[in-house]
């Protein structure tokens, strides 16, 4: 059984057209892009703020970028991309809504990934612990992690709503990391553990 | 042992044609070469120096206890690892070390060309290397790299022979000088000439214009490193208070400037400091490579051809306290490059030491090329 980040990482390739522009916001060591290079010829470049992974992904001879993502994207014209990817990073954005409608200027789709804050697990160990777990926060203490934006599936939904994106496409991992294409019960969010979702500019 | 290098002249008996049409009878190229060039001929890397700069890049001059100006980063091992490349450096024209500039005697007069020396560009630099690149039988390189007006060399270079490198390196340069930069370079440009020893440009047989030459390296210097850095080096600490005269330098930073102005002196050329500051200033990467004439051979680029650097790969360095090359203009640089499909990488180095950190922060800059050229092959 794939772990979650291997299933989103084939989701992604499977939503990417062969030989496509591609921006990877927070490309971290530049795995994603480095398959997406590899599998699908994609024309990629990555997003990253840490001096290291900078490293890592020249080494890979993969094209990269410094920048902090919440300073914009001004680097890049309208459109020059036709997907720009914020996997498992929307969590440490300091302005989303800056971030995202960035995203859908300078590409024609936006991939994002949710890790839901509403999922059962959490409300567990909220109950049994009182505060936010180390797990919940994937890294760091509650005074040092990057990780600053919790959010929950219901509450991601009517915010794409009201920013007036369309949801092209998307998947929801349930309990034991299995994938769906389509959820719509009022138990979303208690059983979704993470969301991915391919966004476009609306009408 | 150390490594131990020497200077080579290259002397070129045919007439080199500027590009401002004018010509020299002939020419002399100052070069060094580190490391050994493969069979297949293709594991060059050219380096481009900056403005005091020359062909001394690395190892040591027989006798010499302070190697080249860049030994840091070239050597067994390092960045530019001289196990692995061909490294090359030559000397600019109308510079002062070796290679033909003001300060060389004209063949036609016996004397130094001094300001009859013809006005100089970025693209006859790069032209005057690529007479040494023939000359070594080089025709395909996997870098070429150079920080502050290398960069300048480096990406006019890349753009009017796209076809013969596989990458280049940029750092903290610049497309073009902005009102600020060339004021800067006026005013030690200025500052020269205003010495009267200059005298025109005619000072050989006589004492070279030092005071004026020193200024402009102190300038200079302000600009190359960040006003943090000057506080933290020197604040308002004085020395040698003792002496009677006035206006005697007492302040700490007012020796520093005084110290690199008079080193500077010693080894660079009055004239050689106007011309290839002129050249900086009148650098518009854009435009030339933009021009419809055609100037010497088919080979050039000029605008078309460039789609011949799709795909080749950049990387692109600033530093944070850079304020002469702030990273804005190596951000600008990222987005032409990209604009003519090129794969370019950029990073942002986080340093106090200004301008002067291409030289000084090695290590963070040796893990970044690393990387770079090692994902190249």
């Not at chain 1, 080494?59 to 914009?72: N, T």
């Not at chain 2, 690149?133 to 390189?141: D, K, S, T």
């Not at chain 2, 200059?198 to 006589?206: K, L, P």
């Not at chain 2, 106090?352 to 994902?375: E, I, N």
């Amino acid at each position: 059984m794939l772990t979650i980040p291997e299933q989103t990482h084939n989701i992604i390739e499977g939503w990417i057209q062969p030989r496509s522009r591609v921006l990877d916001l927070g490309c971290g060591d530049g795995t994603l892009l480095n398959d997406l290079i590899e599998k699908k010829q994609v024309d990629g470049i990555g997003v990253e703020i840490s001096q290291d992974m900078i490293v890592k992904c020249l080494g890979k001879g993969i094209s990269v970028y410094q920048a902090d993502i919440d300073r914009g994207l001004s680097q890049w014209d309208e459109l020059s991309f036709d997907y720009v990817v914020l996997n498992a990073t929307l969590q440490v954005i300091h302005r989303p809504v800056s971030v995202i409608n960035e995203m859908l200027r300078v590409g024609r789709c936006a991939v994002i990934s949710v890790s839901n804050f509403g999922y059962w697990e959490n409300r567990v160990r909220i109950l049994l612990k009182g505060c936010i777990t180390n797990e919940m926060r994937l890294t760091g203490s509650w005074h040092d992690t990057p990780v600053i934006r919790f959010v929950c599936l219901s509450e991601f939904r009517s915010f794409l709503y009201d920013m007036g994106v369309e949801v092209l496409d998307a998947r929801f991992f349930l309990p034991f990391d299995i994938a769906v294409m389509k959820t719509r019960t009022p138990l979303d969010n208690l059983l979704v553990k993470e969301a991915i979702f391919m966004l476009g500019r609306g009408k | 042992m150390e490594n131990i290098v020497e200077t080579s002249i290259l002397h070129i008996d045919r007439p080199f044609r500027l590009e401002s049409g004018e010509m020299l009878p002939g020419l002399d190229i100052a070069y060094e070469a580190y490391g050994k060039l493969n069979e297949a001929r293709d594991n060059a890397i050219l380096i481009e120096h900056a403005l005091s700069g020359n062909s001394h890049a690395a190892f040591y001059h027989k006798g010499e206890t302070k190697p080249g100006w860049w030994d840091v980063m070239i050597g067994p091992g390092k960045a530019f690892d001289t196990d692995k490349y061909f490294v090359i450096c030559s000397n600019v024209i109308s510079g002062c070390n070796g290679t033909t500039g003001p300060s060389s005697v004209n063949p036609a007069t016996g004397m130094p060309y001094a300001l009859t020396f013809p006005p100089v560009t970025m693209r006859d630099m790069v032209e005057v290397q690529r007479l040494l690149l023939g000359h070594l039988g080089i025709e395909r390189l996997k870098s070429i790299v150079g920080g502050s007006m290398g960069g300048m060399q480096t990406m006019q270079f890349f753009c009017d022979y796209p076809s013969i490198f596989d990458s280049f390196i940029c750092i903290a340069s610049t497309m073009r000088h902005s009102a600020q930069q060339i004021a800067f370079n006026e005013v030690g440009r200025r500052a020269i000439m205003a010495d009267p020893r200059w005298n025109g440009g005619n000072y050989y047989n006589e004492v070279p214009p030092e005071g004026g030459l020193s200024v402009a390296r102190m300038i200079g210097h302000i600009t190359y490193i960040s006003e943090k850095m000057m506080q933290e080096k020197f604040g308002r600490l004085r020395k040698g208070k003792d002496s009677k005269a006035v206006f005697r330098p007492s302040f700490e930073v007012e020796h520093y400037l005084d110290y690199q102005g008079i080193s500077f002196v010693r080894r660079f050329d009055a004239n050689s400091y106007l011309y290839i500051t002129s050249a900086i200033d009148n650098f518009d990467l854009v435009s030339s490579i933009s021009g419809t004439t055609r100037f010497r051979g088919d080979n050039r680029a000029r605008g078309k051809g460039l789609d011949t650097l799709r795909k080749k790969k950049g990387l692109v360095i600033s530093f944070t306290s850079d304020w002469l090359y702030p990273s804005q203009q190596a951000q600008d640089i990222v987005r032409f490059f990209s604009g003519l499909n090129v794969r370019v990488s950029y990073t942002e180095i986080e340093t106090d030491h200004g301008h002067d950190a291409f030289l000084t922060d090695y290590v963070q800059v040796s893990v970044m090329v690393k990387s770079f050229l090692d994902s190249l092959s």
